[in-house]
């Protein structure tokens, strides 16, 4: 699957860093960052990053039909989470984790992985996803 | 004074992906003999997921290095990243794990290349680089998804993890370095050709001439360096390629097995390259305390080893807690089948 390169550069400290925007107007966080808060539609917005928070689990949906480029990571696990301080909700992939382990409420954490690639030689597209937290006793161990 | 002495690790921190491969079942599927892994002293090996390379487990070490820093990565002034399996020929890990650290753009960027001593060689450079003052941190990551041509005796021990260090002053330091050692020479154990998707080795000659002459080789240089002795430090830590050779080294050197055995993580994990000496080192610096010695050697094919002789101070004890330890990720492990192994690590051919 082809990746433009030039959206994928331009957003790439958002997605490394998780940068959101917070509205200054009515408190809310939006992840991607936006210029005009998608709640009030003011434009006086702060960039925050959200790399250090952890968050909830709210919905999931496990995808074993996906589109091309993604075949290797069936099956696919997108979730709804959020962040447990500024509270923005954030639609990403979830990882690390069996479909039968996701309950909602689960405290999830931010990290960085492949979330797709061109082929064997082009572009790696790196960006967050969320995992379990590192610590807790809700995973399977074998 | 050596150069060493100014110099410390302000912050570690490891990466161990979840899923593990019982090398019972690489036995099985390649018709080895069936106690094989217990010749090896391996019990299990990290696996990195499908979504995972060296560049995302090494900018968790790395996140993971910067909390127990507590420092501002901006004042990061080189990002040097030390692996064989670079996702990238050409463009490198080192900035992505650069820009998602929050590092760039002043620091410097580079991978540097040594088999599994990459990493090392990058610590005594950027000890060079802060006692000079050149820089004032530099942050070094070992990271490797070990790559083995399924079948090889390789394939036992090949696994994935990554741990990361910040050097800075000794006054900042949860541990300062008090002197190193290096021995290089051209030895041709171990190697992978331009285009090549596996390694080769001489089999029996990664041991003597390679593993144990190279190790022994800077150790003694250090320890004649520094006039310390063997009886001198709490613990020692090796370049791991699989749970016996540690031992026998130690044995060679005159260090007792009980000052190696907290630092050899290999047997839960496998050989995890470039960070198979340093997570030894970070699980060490997790349970020692305040004026204990440690030496670290680790080793790359090639063929090279350091040795450093490394002091704790009081710091360690508030450092350890900020961030996830090795322990936290040992106990974090999932088995999964040779099948999955294989889909994860690319070992099974696909058109794309």
Redesign the interface.
């Known amino acids: 699957m082809r990746i433009s390169i030039p959206p994928s550069w331009r957003t790439?400290?958002y997605r490394?860093?998780l940068v959101a925007t917070k509205c200054k107007k009515c408190g809310v966080t939006l992840y991607p960052p936006s210029n005009i808060c998608r709640h009030c539609g003011s434009r006086e917005v702060d960039q925050v990053e959200l790399?250090n928070e952890k968050a909830r689990l709210i919905t999931w949906t496990v995808i074993y039909s996906t589109m091309e480029g993604f075949?290797?990571?069936r099956p696919l696990i997108i979730g709804i989470v959020e962040t447990t301080e500024s509270k923005a909700r954030i639609l990403a992939?979830l990882?690390?984790v069996?479909p039968g382990e996701l309950k909602p409420g689960m405290i999830m954490e931010p990290?960085?992985?492949?979330?797709r690639e061109e082929?064997?030689a082009g572009l790696?597209h790196?960006g967050v996803?969320f995992r379990p937290e590192?610590?807790t006793s809700a995973?399977?161990?074998? | 004074m050596y150069p060493e002495e100014k110099t410390g690790i302000v912050g570690w921190g490891s990466y161990i992906p979840r899923w593990r491969l019982s090398l019972k079942e690489i036995a099985e599927v390649w018709g080895f003999n069936p106690e094989q892994p217990e010749e090896l002293g391996v019990s299990e090996k990290s696996v990195a997921g499908v979504d995972e390379d060296a560049v995302t487990m090494g900018i968790e070490a790395a996140r993971n290095a910067l909390m127990r820093a507590g420092i501002n990565p901006k004042e990061i002034g080189a990002v040097w990243f030390g692996t064989e399996s670079k996702p990238y020929a050409v463009k490198p890990s080192a900035t992505i794990v650069a820009e998602a650290i929050g590092a760039t753009p002043y620091s410097m960027a580079t991978d540097w290349e040594f088999a599994c001593r990459a990493a090392s060689e990058a610590i005594r450079a950027s000890i060079g680089a802060v006692a000079s003052g050149l820089i004032k941190y530099a942050l070094v990551v070992g990271s490797d998804t070990a790559q083995a041509n399924p079948g090889d005796v390789l394939e036992f021990t090949a696994s994935s993890a990554a741990t990361a260090l910040i050097i800075g002053s000794r006054e900042e330091s949860a541990a300062y370095f008090e002197a190193s050692a290096t021995y290089v020479t051209d030895t041709p154990d171990f190697w992978r050709r331009d285009h090549s998707k596996y390694p080769l080795h001489g089999e029996a000659f990664t041991g003597e001439p390679a593993y144990f002459k190279h190790i022994v080789g800077s150790v003694k240089t250090l320890l004649e360096k520094t006039g310390l002795k063997p009886e001198d430090f709490d613990y020692a830590v090796f370049h791991q390629p699989n749970g016996t050779f540690p031992l026998r080294v130690a044995r060679m050197l005159g260090f007792p097995r009980e000052k190696v055995t907290p630092g050899l993580i290999t047997p839960y994990i496998g050989n995890s390259y470039n960070s198979s000496a340093l997570i030894g080192l970070a699980r060490v610096l997790e349970i020692a305390k305040p004026g204990q010695r440690i030496l670290l050697a680790p080793f790359g094919s090639g063929a090279g080893s350091d040795a450093y002789s490394i002091v704790v101070t009081d710091k360690v004890e508030e450092r350890k807690h900020r961030a996830p330890i090795v322990d936290d990720y040992l106990k974090r492990k999932y088995t999964v089948s040779y099948s999955l192994y294989a889909k994860y690590r690319g070992l099974v051919y696909r058109v794309e």
């Open positions: 790439r400290v490394y860093r790399a075949e290797k990571q992939p990882t690390d069996l990290v960085i992985r492949r979330i082929g064997e790696v790196y996803a590192l610590t995973l399977n161990t074998s």
